[in-house]
């Protein structure tokens, strides 16, 4: 059975960069499914897709937030990892990472100073 774990701060300040990282288990991030997601939900909003990097280490971002946004992987800890520069308070989420199918429980993020 497929798992993903979120981690990273809770708490960014204005201006700063959030990173997070998902943890895989139970499968591989290039073997298991063909891209893997990052998904964020505001508070009071829907979900949006904020971008995804493939098997092969691709990726694609919404048009949205590509000028911020940033996916990367390291396939020996299996993990892929978001980052989002120059957040603000309408970057406060919570934050998801995900497959097709399979989906982390999310981290809250809060931006404040």
């Known amino acids: 059975q497929v798992q993903l774990q979120e981690s990273g701060p809770g708490l960014v300040k204005p201006s700063q960069t959030l990173s997070l990282t998902c943890t895989v288990s139970?499968?591989?991030?290039?073997?298991?499914?063909?891209?893997w997601s990052w998904i964020r939900q505001p508070p009071g909003k829907g979900l949006e897709w904020m971008g995804a990097i493939a098997y092969s280490g691709s990726t694609a971002y919404s048009p949205s937030l590509k000028s911020r946004t940033s996916i990367s992987r390291d396939t020996s800890k299996n993990q892929f990892t978001l980052q989002l520069s120059s957040v603000t308070p309408e970057d406060t989420a919570v934050y998801y990472c995900?497959?097709?199918?399979?989906w982390g429980q999310g981290t809250q993020v809060t931006v404040s100073s």
């Open positions: 995900a497959n097709l199918k399979d």
């Open positions: 139970g499968g591989s991030i290039t073997t298991t499914s063909y891209y």
